[in-house]
């Protein structure tokens, strides 16, 4: 692979540098912090040769790469600077973004430096752990004590790193805010504590606390400084700048985060930690459930960025069962993937690709090219995934094992957990269920795995149809197979669902299609049948074939926010239609003005028995083509 040529496609295809406010990486994918997103070709990223997928998740556009992240990255950052002082942000794009969204980015975009920092350090703590087990090292020797500083140090000092990292994030000079994490550590400091309650400043009382490992104290202190710090440069002078903003910054932030941030938010922190372990402890099986059936989908849309700073905390106290159930769904992922790797004996190109990801998940931890090159790929595995993934997360959380180091889960990282014994049965359960499932059931529908890989066209019927390649049964079989066709309601450019920037349809959870990208505002009816649903805005139409096949028409994305505008339905509830009527006319001008994607998923949400659901080939569609094929 060649880094330097895929480094330069992807900073082409994300909308140029001009595009790009911040870049970081963590085990598998390049973070962007883009200007303005709808400027990355997302598609064309897609279908590059090396790149995964494209996730767009806590206000950040994430492209996927595995293994070789790191060596992209390289090569993207030379002679590139991409923390200048860009202001261009979403807001002045005039995207919207939730608080909490806002929220999830800073959480992410500071962490995401540390990982490999962390990760690394954490499984020599994990290296140590068995030496000394296995008595091959003294936990009291001169070399156990300094490999022990190597393993501890970035956790000890976590205050000043994320106060580097925040300060990048939040626009502020990262080296003040660093040293403000820094003045807490600092030995004059600590040894204040050894006065107890008789600590002052200016007559103020100081309330001493240990803030090594510590994570709320810093964020509160540190998004105060960046607002201080700009506060601070636009009434002094820019030739006093220099040396007077760091100075003020410095005089105010490290009293006030010792007298009163700091307290607060290990306060806080530890009520939030507090909170997380009642409800563990209330029913640590409930717990253990969610938390390993969904931590997969959690981490795809990066809600698992909210628990980091509560497992940081935990550590830093002995011990956070959060990921120790949340181990339970990599294992589980990592379980799919073997049980496609023996389930998958014709097709060696999956074959390879579950053999692999499947060892690099069990040796490394790393389960992102699992998690969307094949969980996300075929569907039919997601609820296994959450079985088994809920089972060890159950276990887990019955019986309260912790996580003592901050690692990837992986076969190497076992020794940091405890009670150890019970932590292995609780993933070799998940791991074992899912590949068992995913052998026994498959991971595609029983009419793919029984048809031949051959294809015949199918004629359509309208003079403007276009076939789409079907399997057909080989001719020692007497199976027959019946087929529906759906016609395109649309005319304009076929795109996967998986492209769509809404999860209810790129995940396939409404249902298996196709989307269009229309060029004409006009929809007709895909079939014969009749109108059982359509929505008051007239963005979204429900159809029921005469088959008995229901399909969801859905114009755009989240375009029920314009409550009906631009939308003129022609038909109601009830109506019966034959395929080609008009059903709904809109303005794509007018939706595209509002902020708002007009790509339409066209959607098979129910059949009568299971169905095969095959796309057309074309990448481009005239209203009345064949779109997609059923097969039964």
């Known amino acids: 692979m060649d880094h330097k040529k895929m480094g330069d496609d992807i900073v082409r295809l994300v909308g140029g540098e001009a595009n790009i406010n911040g870049l970081v990486h963590c085990a598998t994918r390049l973070r962007f912090d883009l200007k303005d997103s709808k400027k990355a070709e997302r598609e064309t990223l897609e279908k590059h040769e090396g790149i995964i997928t494209v996730v767009e998740s806590g206000g950040q556009f994430q492209v996927?790469?595995?293994?070789?992240?790191?060596?992209?990255?390289?090569?993207?950052?030379?002679?590139?600077?991409?923390?200048?002082?860009?202001?261009?942000?979403?807001?002045?794009?005039?995207?919207?973004?939730?608080?909490?969204?806002?929220?999830?980015?800073?959480?992410?975009?500071?962490?995401?430096?540390?990982?490999?920092a962390m990760a690394g350090s954490g499984m020599l703590k994990a290296l140590l752990t068995v030496l000394t087990m296995l008595g091959w090292m003294s936990d009291t020797s001169d070399t156990y004590l300094i490999l022990s500083a190597a393993g501890n140090a970035v956790f000890y000092f976590l205050p000043i790193f994320l106060g580097i990292t925040l300060g990048m994030k939040l626009k502020a000079n990262p080296y003040v805010a660093g040293v403000i994490g820094a003045a807490l550590m600092e030995?004059?400091?600590?040894?204040?504590?050894?006065?107890?309650?008789?600590?002052?400043?200016?007559?103020?009382?100081?309330?001493?606390?240990?803030?090594?490992?510590?994570?709320?104290?810093?964020?509160?202190?540190i998004s105060i400084y960046a607002v201080l710090d700009k506060l601070l440069k636009k009434i002094i002078l820019k030739d006093l700048q220099l040396f007077l903003v760091p100075m003020i910054a410095l005089m105010i932030m490290v009293p006030l985060s010792a007298m009163a941030f700091g307290p607060f938010g290990t306060t806080v922190g530890d009520w939030i930690s507090s909170g997380v372990t009642w409800l563990i402890g209330v029913s640590g099986i409930l717990s253990g459930v969610v938390l390993g059936g969904f931590m997969t989908f959690m981490v795809v849309f990066g809600l698992h960025w909210g628990f980091t700073p509560i497992t940081i905390q935990n550590i830093g106290v002995g011990g956070d069962p959060i990921e120790?159930?949340?181990?339970?769904?990599?294992?589980?992922?990592?379980?799919?993937?073997?049980?496609?790797?023996?389930?998958?004996?014709?097709?060696?190109?999956?074959?390879?690709?579950?053999?692999?990801?499947?060892?690099?998940?069990?040796?490394?931890?790393?389960?992102?090219?699992?998690?969307?090159?094949?969980?996300?790929?075929?569907?039919?595995?997601?609820?296994?995934?959450?079985?088994?993934?809920?089972?060890?997360?159950?276990?887990?959380?019955?019986?309260?094992?912790?996580?003592?180091?901050?690692?990837?889960?992986?076969?190497?990282?076992?020794p940091v957990y405890t009670p150890t014994v019970v932590y292995v049965i609780a993933i070799a359960c998940s791991f074992a269920v899912a590949a068992v499932l995913t052998v026994m059931f498959g991971y595609e529908s029983k009419t793919k795995d029984t048809v031949s890989e051959k294809n015949?066209?199918?004629?359509?019927?309208?003079?403007?149809?276009?076939?789409?390649?079907?399997?057909?049964?080989?001719?020692?079989?007497?199976?027959?197979?019946?087929?529906?066709?759906?016609?395109?309601?649309?005319?304009?450019?076929?795109?996967?669902?998986?492209?769509?920037?809404?999860?209810?349809?790129?995940t396939g959870a409404m249902g298996k299609g196709l989307a269009i990208v229309p060029e004409i505002g006009e929809v007709v009816a895909?079939?014969?049948g009749v109108v059982t649903s359509l929505f008051p805005t007239g963005h979204a139409i429900g159809l029921t074939t005469n088959a008995g096949t229901e399909i969801l028409i859905h114009i755009g994305i989240n375009t029920v926010a314009l409550k009906g505008k631009h939308f003129s339905p022609v038909v109601q509830e009830g109506d019966i239609v034959r395929q080609g009527d008009l059903l709904i006319q809109f303005d794509i001008d007018k939706i595209k003005e509002a902020g708002y994607e007009t790509v339409t998923p066209v959607i098979v949400t129910l059949t009568q028995q299971e169905v095969d659901v095959f796309e057309t080939t074309q990448e481009h569609v005239q209203k009345n083509d064949v779109l997609l094929t059923l097969v039964v």
């Open 324 to 414: 120790a159930m949340a181990a339970a769904a990599v294992f589980a992922q990592i379980g799919v993937a073997f049980g496609i790797f023996l389930k998958a004996k014709k097709n060696k190109t999956l074959r390879t690709l579950a053999g692999s990801t499947s060892l690099t998940g069990l040796l490394a931890g790393v389960t992102e090219p699992i998690v969307y090159g094949l969980i996300l790929r075929y569907k039919r595995v997601i609820p296994i995934v959450v079985i088994a993934g809920a089972i060890g997360g159950a276990i887990n959380g019955h019986f309260g094992v912790k996580m003592t180091a901050y690692v990837f889960h992986n076969i190497f990282a076992i």
């Open 526 to 528: 895909p079939v014969d």
């Open 64 to 116: 996927v790469i595995g293994s070789n992240v790191a060596h992209v990255y390289a090569e993207i950052m030379k002679n590139r600077d991409f923390e200048g002082d860009s202001s261009s942000t979403a807001e002045s794009t005039g995207e919207k973004t939730s608080l909490l969204s806002k929220v999830f980015e800073i959480i992410s975009g500071s962490f995401s430096p540390l990982i490999p």
């Open 187 to 221: 030995p004059n400091f600590t040894g204040l504590m050894d006065k107890g309650s008789d600590v002052s400043f200016l007559g103020i009382p100081v309330v001493m606390m240990n803030y090594s490992a510590s994570v709320f104290p810093i964020f509160i202190s």
């Open 456 to 506: 015949e066209s199918v004629s359509s019927t309208s003079a403007e149809s276009t076939p789409v390649e079907l399997p057909v049964v080989p001719e020692t079989k007497t199976t027959e197979i019946k087929k529906e066709q759906i016609y395109s309601p649309l005319t304009g450019k076929a795109v996967a669902l998986s492209t769509i920037n809404d999860p209810a349809f790129s």
